[in-house]
């Protein structure tokens, strides 16, 4: 394994420099000690914010930028074993679903780096005016300056480098603030970018306690934007904090979908019981609440508990595992609480609920009422219930009765269904004949609701980390 005990500083200038305090990274399956970093004092913070603030005043060209940022996605991608066994180790995600992580990390660095060549304005045609006959307009944009950039445990690495990617695109400086229980990946794409040329200044990595980190933030006036992925009532603290600061929130979900009576049954079932459990469940687009024609239930739930009781608990870096340990044994105990409160109020447990250390076996309900937390909130957990609809107006409102809407999944050929639902079903992404769990890099992804603001994907993130001027010409007389 990769992950060798290291204590590691804050990331200042392109090195590291410890600070006195620490806390301990685990290896989500065993529980042992992996890692020291350091806990950031607000002196160290505003020596970061310093010298964002001063590399920003001389920006890369975007040239550079490409250059630099490609040459992180080819060193990644040289480095996609290493950086698995990282992120397996701190995260507790299977090996295979961590090495392909990094792999798409890679992509998401190498998008960005094709989204610096591609930053335009566009023409305005302010001559049609009256009286403007001899000016001619059009619109740049600029970096915003410096970026706070905040990130959750559970992709530990693609994340970051959705944030990283896009600001360096733009020509931000950026304070990057991985999860504290898993930022080792997030240091060494600090030490990756540095190797790829990224000069001094450009990026810190801040590792310490949250709330604190997020108060310096929002409070500083050298921080022009926050981006943040995570939790809902983290971002809506961040938001009622940042004032005039822009703001990027992808926060949670309840996925769901629906699979109607024309469907591929068996495709149906095999996908659902996949991005259910990815991640041991705790993925912000994991499928949560399926919604089955009553016509096909009971044939759908004898393959769900098919392909579900195949995944492979386990083990992390055993090969085979397919589904690894939750990320604590606090987040556990409340799934294992929301699964009980479910059972309490009707819902049959079809297959899973038993666990063993932090491990929670695959678990599928079926017909917990509406109102049980797992339906209404975010489980992130591996948990999906499936609930059964009579119409097509009725999957589409049960999609809908819910506090978010970042993506949902439509299994049926019914063109008819799939145009209404396009129209109707409230979320960013609505995925035909897939769950709610597909998503690549360069796609635009974001929710409404309590799932966010702003979209990510380089190319749309990236408009988000920039303002646009607005530059008239005429000439002098
Ligand atoms: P998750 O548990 O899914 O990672 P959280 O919202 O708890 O979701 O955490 C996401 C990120 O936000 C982490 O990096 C965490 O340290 C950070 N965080 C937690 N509380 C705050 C806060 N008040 N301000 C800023 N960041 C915070």
Known sequence: MAVSYETYGQ?????????????????????????????????????????????????LSTYERYEILKKAADLLKDRQQQFGEIIA?????????????????????????????????????????PGSENRQAFTIKEPVGVIGAI?????????????LGPALASGNAVILKPAEVTPLSALKLAELLKEAGLPEGWLHVITGKGKEIGTWMTESERIQMITFTGSPSVGLWLKQRAGHKKV?????????????????IKKAAEQVAQKSFNNAGQVCISVQRVFVHKEIKASFLKEVKHYTEALVTGDPFEKETQVGPMISKEALKRVQQWITEAVDLGAQVLTGNETDGNLL????LVDPPQHAKVCQEEVFG???????????????DFVNQSKYGLQ???????????????????????????????????????????????????????????????IVLQPAE
């Open 408 to 470: 949902a999944g439509l299994f049926t050929n019914d063109l008819t269904f799939i145009m209404r639902a396009a129209k109707e079903i409230k979320v960013g992404g609505l995925i035909i004949n897939d769950t709610s769990g597909y998503r690549v890099d360069h796609m635009p992804y974001g929710g409404l609701k309590e799932s966010g603001e702003g979209k990510e994907g380089p190319k749309y993130a990236m408009q988000e980390m920039m303002n646009e001027r607005l």
């Open 11 to 59: 990331w200042i200038d392109n090195q590291y420099q410890l600070s006195s305090d620490r806390m301990n990274v685990t290896n989500k399956f065993t529980d042992s000690v992996i890692a020291e970093v350091s806990v950031a004092t607000k002196e160290e913070y505003v020596k970061m914010e310093e010298s964002a603030v001063q590399a920003s005043r001389h920006l």
């Open 382 to 396: 591996p948990v999906v219930s499936i609930l059964e609809y009579e119409t097509e107006e009725e999957a589409i």
């Open 361 to 364: 076996k695959p678990t599928v």
């Open 248 to 264: 990027s929130l992808e926060l949670g979900n309840n996925s769901a979908v629906i699979v109607h009576k024309d469907a591929d």
């Open 89 to 129: 180790a701190e995260v507790g995600k299977s090996i295979s679903e961590a090495t392909g992580e990094a792999g798409r990390a890679a992509l998401t660095l190498e998008v960005s780096a094709e989204e610096a060549k591609r930053i335009q304005g566009e023409v305005v045609p302010v001559e049609s005016a």
């Open 151 to 163: 990130t959750p445990f559970n992709v530990p690495l693609n994340l970051v480098c959705h944030k």
